[in-house]
């Protein structure tokens, strides 16, 4: 069964770090360009970062250059967001997300059930 | 950055009826990287359409997709009681791969 499963999420104070982790099974993630996406409470969804299948390529969304780091380990079949100077505005469920086919432009096709990160 | 907007914010709708929404964006998105996804609360986002018209695995075919440069629709041609839910589009020509604001389908 091709699944996401994130994990890592919790509550820390603003300033403070945090690494969220996606363990992949059912399928081998190498191939495959991986996002992160978070959704603020009762807000819509917000595109975080994407790193491609070899991780040679990443990016994101402005509000977390600098702060956040997209990473991946095809060995261990996982995927990571490292969160540093961590924001009252970062709260949110973040889900991590798998691109439908090979290349970075794709539209994500499996999703995790996502992992709650709470600032304050 | 491509900005992605959606209309209308709520729709009120029976079951049966058709449903048309749409999607804006700022400037042309590329070789038609545009996507929709399906939420219902407290679940995570569901792939309906890629590429603007492509039906991911395992969707209805009263869902479909057209448009193309700025302006995008998402069309369910029968809603079924399952289809109430909030629709996001996304646009993944070019980074940051942005989402619209999402339209919210209710019962009337």
């Known amino acids: 069964q091709v699944q996401l499963v994130e994990s890592g999420g919790g509550v820390v104070q603003p300033g403070r770090s945090l690494r969220l982790s996606c363990a992949a099974s059912?399928?081998?993630?190498?191939?495959?360009?991986m996002h992160w996406v978070r959704q603020a409470p009762g807000k819509g969804l917000e595109w975080v970062a994407l790193?491609?299948?070899?991780?040679?390529?990443?990016y994101s969304v402005d509000s977390v250059k600098g702060r956040f780091t997209i990473s991946r380990d095809n060995s261990k079949n996982t995927l990571y967001l490292q969160m540093n100077s961590l924001r009252d505005e970062d709260t949110a469920v973040y889900y991590c997300?798998?691109?439908?086919?090979?290349?970075?432009?794709?539209?994500?096709?499996?999703w995790g059930q996502g992992t709650m990160v709470t600032v304050s | 950055e491509i900005v992605l907007t959606q209309s209308p914010g709520t729709l009120s709708l029976s079951p049966g009826e058709r449903v048309t929404l749409s999607c804006r964006a700022s400037?042309?998105?590329?070789?038609?990287?545009l996507a929709w996804y399906q939420q219902k609360p407290g679940q995570a986002p569901r792939l309906l359409i890629y590429?603007?018209?492509g039906r991911a695995t395992g969707i209805p075919d009263r869902f479909s997709g057209s448009g193309s440069g700025t302006d995008f629709t998402l069309t369910i041609s029968r809603l079924e009681p399952e289809d109430f839910a909030m629709y996001y589009c996304?646009?993944?020509?070019?980074?940051?791969?942005?989402f619209g604001p999402g339209t919210k389908v209710d019962i009337k």
């Open positions: 997300a798998k691109g439908l086919a090979w290349g970075d432009k794709n539209a994500l096709d499996i």
């Open positions: 059912g399928f081998t993630i190498s191939t495959y360009g």
């Open positions: 790193t491609s299948y070899d991780g040679s390529n990443r």
């Open positions: 400037q042309s998105v590329g070789s038609s990287y």
């Open positions: 590429g603007t018209s």
């Open positions: 996304q646009q993944y020509g070019s980074s940051p791969f942005v």
